[in-house]
């Protein structure tokens, strides 16, 4: 495609606010005429949107802005930008370790993309100079995302928060994406109701710690049940929840309405009350266990899938057993698992010894990973045989002719039969045929 601003190309690494991010971007330079380019060779302008939660991912970055360097030599007219979170965490040292970048944006500044791209773009011939911006002070275009929506198929999302004032010591997002930011009740509202009379179907609202929503006397709770009786609406899901603020009015307000999906990821991080007390996630396995207990009460066959680090430190083989005794007792549905990496500038990173060698971090990762496969794949088979409604999003990883999509507990289903491009974006309803570790197998119900 061609266009009279040009072509871009975002690479993305990291959470779903991540792939949200690079959504409002691409919307904002659709909305300036730019049109998506297949890869960064032909692209004019190349994004990069990272992540800086652990330390592999901005390796990652710097790998590939290392393969960039000849491109930008061979088209010095092309804008190399990094944004997101290790665009925030190191600013001007990007441009240090790669003098080829010729914009770093932090993630507050999205809504001034435009703008800072235009000058990026002014100053990246000679004498080249490069733009940095990381201002976490101006808060006028947080929630803006060009006006066009973020979706991706049926699905909007909507972050209805941004940043986080939890003190978790292992934690980077406090510093990259700043304190907590609530976007108004009733501006959220109302965007909902315009994604759902545009034809969205599903809506999931975000937020580093989604739950932990206010505006004025309005809870959490108090928007997840407006949002959830907007007519049309089918499903309605929310990431990522805190322990310390799940309460049971949300319990109740999920138990209440059919269009909330029946999947909540509640990041427990560690089994041992030792480490948890290190990490000063305001919980302990006893409470955390409590809100497991009174949501699957509340609603039954609920699915909760959660985050673990291996290896905090200090965390001796006790500590650890009692994780894989979590998982035992709490059968999530899926676990996202990450070897814990000091992030700078972090009281775990300042106050501790990353005492844990890494191979024992590695090896109690596949520890953890082997259990959860065996509970993943007991959960599973027990829907085999059972009617499933599922979401239609396009084709599945391994075959292009086979359409995937999700169950309203959030598991990934491949549906033989259904058409990978005309189906998506339908709501289908399927039988489940078979299960796997990591996703189920499905045909179209009659
Ligand atoms: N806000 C959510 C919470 O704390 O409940 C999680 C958001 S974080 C972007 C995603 C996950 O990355 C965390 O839940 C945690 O398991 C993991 N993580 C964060 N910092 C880490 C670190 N320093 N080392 C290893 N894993 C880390």
Redesign the pocket.
């Known amino acids: 495609m061609t266009s009279p601003r040009g072509s871009y190309f975002i690479k993305t690494w990291g959470?779903q606010m991540n792939a949200q991010d690079e959504q409002k971007m691409a919307s904002l330079l659709q909305a300036e005429g730019y049109a998506p380019a297949t890869s960064a060779r032909n692209a004019d302008v190349i994004l990069l949107n990272t992540c800086s939660?652990?330390e592999k991912s901005a390796e990652k970055l710097f790998d590939f802005l290392g393969r960039l360097k000849k491109l930008k030599t061979k088209s010095p007219q092309a804008v190399i930008g990094v944004t997101g979170c290790v665009a925030q965490q190191e600013g001007e040292a990007v441009i240090k370790r790669a003098s080829h970048v010729d914009l770093v944006m932090g993630p507050r500044r999205i809504g001034r993309l435009p703008e800072l791209l235009n000058q990026a773009r002014a100053r990246s011939v000679a004498p080249r100079s490069a733009t940095v911006d990381t201002a976490l002070n101006d808060l006028s275009a947080i929630f803006w995302d060009g006006g066009r929506g973020v979706r991706s198929g049926a699905t909007a999302y909507l972050t209805i928060m941004e940043g986080?004032n939890?003190g978790?010591t292992?934690?980077?997002?406090p510093r990259t994406r700043g304190r907590e930011v609530h976007r108004a009740f009733g501006e959220i509202v109302a965007e909902a109701r315009r994604r759902v009379d545009q034809g969205i179907l599903e809506l999931e609202l975000l937020g580093?710690?989604v739950n932990a929503y206010r505006d004025g006397r309005q809870s959490f709770h108090h928007l997840l049940e407006a949002v959830a009786i907007i007519p049309g609406l089918k499903r309605l899901r929310f990431t990522?929840s805190?322990p310390a603020f799940f309460t049971p009015n949300t319990a109740a307000v999920m138990a209440a309405h059919e269009t909330i999906c029946p999947h909540l990821h509640l990041?427990v991080?560690s089994g041992s009350d030792a480490v948890l007390k290190a990490m000063r996630r305001g919980y302990g396995i006893a409470e955390y266990f409590r809100r497991l207990d009174d949501l699957r009460q509340r609603i039954p066959g609920v699915a909760i899938s959660t985050?673990?680090?291996v290896g905090f430190p200090g965390e001796t083989e006790q500590d650890f057993r009692a994780t894989l005794d979590v998982l035992s007792q709490a059968r999530f549905s899926q676990v996202?698992a990450?070897?814990?990496?000091?992030?700078p500038g972090?009281t775990a990173a300042t106050t501790c010894d990353d005492d844990v060698p890494d191979s024992l971090k590695r090896s109690r990762l596949a520890r953890l990973f082997a259990l959860q496969e065996e509970i993943s794949l007991e959960e599973n088979q027990k829907l085999v045989g059972r009617a499933l409604p599922v979401l239609l999003s396009g084709p599945s990883r391994q075959d292009a002719d086979v359409a995937s999509g999700r169950t309203p507990c959030n598991r990934v289903v491949n549906v033989h039969g259904a058409r990978p491009e005309q189906d998506m974006g339908r709501i289908m309803m399927t039988r489940i045929t078979a299960a796997h570790r990591h996703s189920l197998s499905a045909e179209p119900s009659v």
């Open positions: 959470c939660v652990r986080c939890m978790c292992f934690c980077i997002v580093q710690t990522s805190h990041p991080q985050d673990l680090i996202y990450f070897k814990y990496s000091p992030r972090t």
